[in-house]
């Protein structure tokens, strides 16, 4: 299945309103990892009250000891600070890269935002080195946007 394909499913996992939030986002991760092949690890991000931190949230994939993640640490932690989409096609290359795993080759975050305000992220690994194109980028901005009507 591809991207498009992909959206209205996402659509209707948000349109499932007798599910709570976490159930929602839930099952969007599981249906990234299951249709997209070169998602391996796919998770949300949400800022920890007000704290200059992320909790995480639902994810699938791989346990990770990064539940919280402070402003400006790793590639989660520079999207919390800049506003912006952040790919990394190596992560070896990244200065500020925090491991979870040795099989991660490449990574990419996109902001939620709430009213304006960065409320949070969909963070996505890769064992694949540099798969993600501008596709991807889309499709998780689309992904994002539907997410923040129902963090409101």
Known sequence: MNLEELK??????????EQSVDDRLLKICEILEENISYYNWVGFYFKNGDKNELK?????????????IPFGKGICGQVAVSNENFVVPDVAAQDNYIACSISVKAEIVIPIFVNGEN?????????????FTEADERFLEFICKEVAGIMA
């Open 8 to 17: 209205p499913e996402i659509k209707a996992i948000i349109a499932q309103t």
């Open 119 to 131: 409320v949070g992220q969909i963070d996505i690994d890769s064992g694949t080195p540099d798969p």
């Open 56 to 68: 995480l949230g639902p994810y699938v994939g791989e346990p990770t000891d990064h539940v919280i």
